[in-house]
């Protein structure tokens, strides 16, 4: 068995713990008999005549690529975790923390540049916190995110993914980020802060309101959202 197979059957294993997201919320396409009652009134025609033209190769084929996702999430837990700690003893050892410092960490760096200058040791400190508290979501129940910075670590995390992806020719599907996407995020506002041409958009009053942005200065990404609470660590 080569090293990619084996890692496949690893990945397959660990998976099995990560119960805060559905197999079908993975990309599992479920035969219509097993769907529950809602979850079949809420199918269109359109949705109907889809998931009854599904083969069972398919079919089949989609719950490898669910399960294998749900291994690569809790690898990739695992590893952005330990590379924040690594990021965060590198800095440690720095008087000043520069953009160059930060180009060089390994999950700092994938945070908006333009703020590359104020990702210091506390601010590590908070990244760390928050995202172990989103990978945590992972195992006890997924949930809304909480703050800008939980929805840049989850950014992070499918990062992660795709370099386990690619490291380990791991056969995911193909839209695989879209979908997670589209269940685990309720907008892709943060976006905005990695967008060149948006820079400054977090000072402009009258833009927020008008796209009903919440607020996205570097010092409000610990800022809990609506209904939502962060560990104390990071107020």
Aim: one cysteine or more.
């Amino acid at each position: 068995m080569t090293g990619e197979e084996n890692y496949v059957e690893h990945a397959l294993q660990v998976g099995a713990g990560l119960r805060g997201l559905t197999l079908e919320q993975l990309g599992f396409e479920p035969r219509l008999e097993d769907l529950t009652e809602d979850q079949r009134c809420r199918l269109d025609a359109d949705d109907l005549e889809w998931a009854g033209s599904i083969t069972p190769e398919r079919r089949d084929r989609s719950l490898f690529q669910a399960k294998l996702l749900a291994g690569a999430l809790w690898e990739a837990s695992a590893v952005l975790i330990d590379q924040l700690f690594e990021d965060l003893n590198g800095l440690r050892d720095l008087a000043r923390v520069d953009r160059h410092d930060i180009a060089n960490t390994f999950v700092l760096s994938g945070l908006p540049p333009r703020h590359a200058d104020k990702y210091d040791v506390r601010f590590a400190q908070q990244f760390l916190v928050i995202a172990a508290d989103m990978t945590a979501a992972l195992t006890r129940g997924w949930t809304p995110l909480s703050c800008v910075a939980q929805e840049l670590a989850l950014r992070c995390l499918f990062d992660q993914v795709e370099v386990i992806q690619d490291l380990y020719c791991l056969d995911l599907a193909e839209d695989w980020r879209g979908l997670l996407e589209q269940h685990m995020l309720e907008d892709t506002d943060s976006e905005m802060l990695y967008q060149n041409a948006m820079d400054g958009f977090e000072s402009d009053i009258e833009l927020n309101m008008q796209l009903g942005l919440a607020p996205m200065k570097i010092q409000d990404w610990f800022e809990p959202f609506n209904d939502a609470s962060v560990p104390p660590y990071v107020l």
